[in-house]
């Protein structure tokens, strides 16, 4: 018999084989973006096809399912999820889940079309935003994302915080790019009231010249050593805090804001690991830094039941692995993945 949701309505929660709970999906709704960040994607990208893509109405009917299943927290990512089409249309109809089974909707974004979506993004119920910045020079700017206008950006974070939606700075710590900006981000996002959290590059889609991670391990920067610097200025505390995300916290005593940061390397964060991803055709990779994936688009188009969607899901997560194995150690990279960042979803 075909199961339909209501409202409220859930099944046995999804736990992988290390007793984890799969509570927080991060969804990514297209591969395609506006800008081309040097540590993200090639310059000249492929792109895929449209048929290949799933449709808006499977993309809601599949977070939907999780949401069924115990996922209470759901971030839409891609690419850039705003240039998506009719992309509104997915917000509004995940919204109706929000108080029943969903808790937070959020995404995270570029910025680049924040001016115009930050409203309507607001009024589908989404409080909290994240955007991806790594300098505040424009010509730096301009130079990492290849195709990006600051100003832009700036403009499009005002909105969000017109809107109402509080917004987090999310910064790849990028050794000889923006190092000499690490307090002029942080007292900026201070003086504004956003939090911040720096995130280490990962060995991920074009590494650099040759196959030896050359230039991707010229650019990684430990954010053990980046803390460090913070250290020599401010009195930094530990926090217990946690989003639902791998970010683990401090405090900044002297501007009172909190910053976070994302260590895949230097500290992994996979023995609290609650996160799985969903690209834009339906994989879903149980891992960020491991290959195995499920595909839930061919139990989206085969049925209009849920069930095999549900049992597709279930499956996969039962072959969750305890880890990933990302790793510069030895000058060289280690578990590195040739798929680009904009293919699985930031």
């Not at 084989?17 to 927080?24: H, N």
């Not at 994240?130 to 499009?156: A, C, H, M, Q, Y």
């Not at 060995?203 to 650099?208: L, R, V, Y």
């Not at 030896?212 to 926090?239: N, S, V």
Request: one cysteine or more.
């Amino acid at each position: 018999m075909q199961r339909r949701y209501r409202p409220g309505m859930t099944q046995a929660p999804l736990i992988d084989p290390f007793a984890r709970a799969i509570t927080y999906l991060r969804v990514s709704v297209t591969d395609r973006c506006d800008f081309r960040c040097t540590y993200c994607m090639s310059e000249h990208m492929q792109f895929l096809p449209k048929k290949e893509l799933l449709t808006l109405e499977e993309l809601e009917r599949l977070c939907t399912a999780f949401v069924r299943l115990g996922v209470r927290k759901l971030r839409i990512t891609g690419g850039e999820p705003l240039v998506r089409r009719n992309i509104m249309s997915f917000f509004e109809g995940m919204s109706q889940h929000l108080g029943h089974g969903l808790e937070e909707l959020t995404l995270t974004t570029n910025g680049s079309q924040l001016d115009r979506f930050a409203a309507p993004l607001a009024e589908a119920g989404v409080r909290r935003i994240n955007v991806s910045l790594d300098t505040l020079d424009p010509e730096k700017f301009r130079e990492i994302t290849r195709w990006g206008t600051l100003d832009k950006v700036l403009r499009g974070i005002d909105a969000a915080r017109d809107a109402g939606m509080r917004v987090k700075i999310n910064t790849v710590a990028l050794k000889g790019f923006n190092e000499d900006e690490l307090f002029d981000l942080t007292e900026w996002c201070a003086r504004e009231d956003m939090d911040l959290t720096f995130i280490e590059v990962m060995p991920m889609g074009d590494m650099g010249d040759g196959t030896d991670g050359t230039l991707r391990l010229d650019q990684y920067w430990p954010l053990r050593d980046l803390r460090g610097r913070l250290a020599t200025r401010y009195t930094l505390t530990d926090l217990d805090h946690r989003t639902g995300g791998p970010a683990r916290y401090v405090r900044m005593e002297e501007t009172g804001q909190q910053i976070g940061f994302i260590t895949p390397l230097t500290h992994n964060f996979c023995e609290s690991c609650n996160r799985v991803r969903v690209t834009c055709t339906g994989q879903l990779f149980m891992c960020l830094g491991q290959d195995d994936m499920a595909d839930l688009r061919a139990p989206l188009r085969t049925s209009t039941a849920d069930a095999p969607l549900e049992d597709a899901i279930r499956a996969a997560i039962a072959r969750k692995p305890k880890g990933h194995d990302f790793d510069y150690s030895r000058q060289k990279v280690e578990g590195r993945m040739s798929r680009h960042m904009s293919h699985t979803g930031g």
